[in-house]
């Protein structure tokens, strides 16, 4: 038997008037989707615990089996570890975006943010700011390292504490003064900022976007701190051999931790125009080289949300079907292996309110030995419903999928 988990970032989302009443996810062109949750368990789960903010990082670690509140520590070491970077006890590692603000304002405080991912600068573009921002900012206790796309690490030895920075994308067309943190001793990190506009706004990579009409990448913006992170091998946990497949180092920071085999990918940016083939494809090749698991991660639905384009976020979602999950049907049906497919949100980023928010999410369960007539001819948001099942922690997934008793 082969296990895979299939994770659309963000997916789910509210009605929407543009789509008379629907989402998304039930108007997006899905025969695969659709096909399971006639034949599988439908339901819905809570991924992310009450009273934790419904991030990727807590709600992917409950998919994989991780109890957030015993192992979240902050979605910022887990992209250390995909990076590569080796933190000691005294290191604080902290995302780093690269963010656009509006510049006809004076001062720093006055400027709104216009957009969390810079116009999803490319990771060519990104590397030679993070480098520059290095060398002109960096020094013994602060070192800067390119991630993807706009998504980079600050580690901070010895960092004062911080804990009150918003997140980006929940902040878009807002006034940053109004979200300036008010503890004093995050007030270097402030500076930082501060001193990153006057830098990154007249770099030379941001006055070609700028000629070429894209939008600039002109300052930092620091959230999310924590320290080294450390989770239970998910082998010795499940007795599975697993992989992760991934553009985002937040999903491959945790396959790391966990012990999980994490291919390269090329052209898988976590954006609309990821590599959904080649995700397939590595995740096919996993499972031919010895896999019994594999966690597939598409974070474009995600992306969509927080842009705020529900067009896009249909595209997005037709892909993942159409070039991902058809063709992993197909694959299995092909090779004659039995397996058992999990298709689910992490969280919902509802494109209304472009960020995400805390309710439950749809999941189905499909078993390619136990086909059963569920009732349901579309999955989205009500088939959670109509399924009847709830779970109300996400770890639970990973008993379900594995066929464990709850």
Known sequence: ????????????????????????????????????????????????????????????LAI?????????KGRSPLEAASIGIRMRP??????????????????????????????????????????????????ATKTFYTGVSYRHCLIWK???????????????GKRIGDYRPQNASSRPMWELQRASYDFLNRHPVNIARANAGKRKANSLW??????KPSLPDFTEMTGLRGSVVCAVDLIKGIGLC??????????????????????????????????DFVYLHVEAPDECGHQGKYLDKIEAIERIDRDILCPLLGYFRRVGEPFRLLLLPDHPTPVSVRTHTHDAVPFVLYDSTAERDSGI?????????????????????LRLLLGKPL
């Not at 001819?377 to 997934?397: A, N, R, T």
């Open 1 to 60: 038997m082969k296990y895979l988990i299939l994770v659309g970032d963000g997916m789910a989302d509210l009605p929407l008037r543009e789509l008379n009443g629907g989402t998304p996810l039930s108007a997006a062109r899905k025969p695969g989707m659709n096909y399971i949750a006639s034949k599988g368990i439908n339901g819905r789960v809570n991924t992310v615990p009450e009273g934790m903010v419904p991030e990727s990082d807590t709600a992917n």
């Open 90 to 139: 005294e290191d604080t590692a902290i995302r780093a975006n690269i963010v656009t603000l509006t510049e006809e304002e004076s001062d720093y405080d006055d400027r709104h943010m216009v957009d969390h991912s810079a116009g999803e600068i490319t990771t060519e573009e990104a590397d030679v700011l993070v480098r520059d921002l290095q060398k002109q900012f960096g020094d």
């Open 377 to 397: 001819s579309c999955y989205c948001e009500q088939s959670g419903f109509d399924g009847g099942v709830f779970l109300h922690k996400g770890e639970d997934l």
């Open 222 to 227: 620091l959230w999310s701190p924590g320290k």
């Open 258 to 291: 966990a012990g999980l085999h994490a291919p390269a990918v090329p052209g898988a940016t976590g954006t609309l125009d990821t590599n959904y083939v080649g995700k397939r494809e590595a995740a096919e090749r996993e499972l031919e080289n010895g896999a």
């Open 64 to 72: 994989m089996g991780y109890d957030p509140r015993v192992y979240s």
């Open 158 to 172: 010895d960092c004062p504490p911080f804990t009150d920075f918003s997140r980006p994308h929940d902040i878009i």
